[in-house]
């Protein structure tokens, strides 16, 4: 069993940051990528950033220069660095990450966690 635990959302004023992160745990052989994903109301869930496991990154477009994803493999943890917020980066975030399980050779499964809400007040 694998599970993806998000922490670090909360309520912010425009211009201010936040830092996100998501820890991996369980039965886990190998992480591939670790990333974030944003779902706001009404709207389709969009890519926020991902990292691979050699340090590839991958940002949507529209948010580089003020979020910065990064890694710390020990840990099995992902954070996200949210800077210069505004009221558009309103939404649910949530953590992925395709990795391989312990027990299940070489196929890679993708988990999602629970999701964390950030609120942008303007």
């Known amino acids: 069993q694998v599970q993806l635990v998000e922490s670090g959302g909360g309520l912010v004023q425009a211009g201010g940051s936040l830092r996100l992160a998501c820890q991996a745990s369980g039965n886990i052989f190998k992480i591939n990528v670790m990333g974030w994903y944003r779902q706001a109301p009404g709207k389709q869930r969009e890519l926020v950033a991902r990292?691979?496991?050699?340090?590839?990154?991958t940002y949507a477009d529209s948010l580089k220069g003020r979020f910065t994803i990064s890694r710390d493999n020990a840990k099995n943890t992902v954070y996200l660095q949210m800077n210069s917020l505004k009221p558009e980066d309103t939404a649910v975030y949530y953590c992925?990450?395709?990795?391989?399980?312990?027990?299940?050779?070489?196929?890679?499964?993708?988990?999602w966690g629970q999701g964390t809400q950030v609120t942008v007040s303007s």
């Open positions: 990292i691979t496991s050699g340090d590839s990154i």
């Open positions: 992925n990450s395709d990795l391989m399980v312990v027990g299940k050779g070489e196929s890679v499964f993708r988990y």
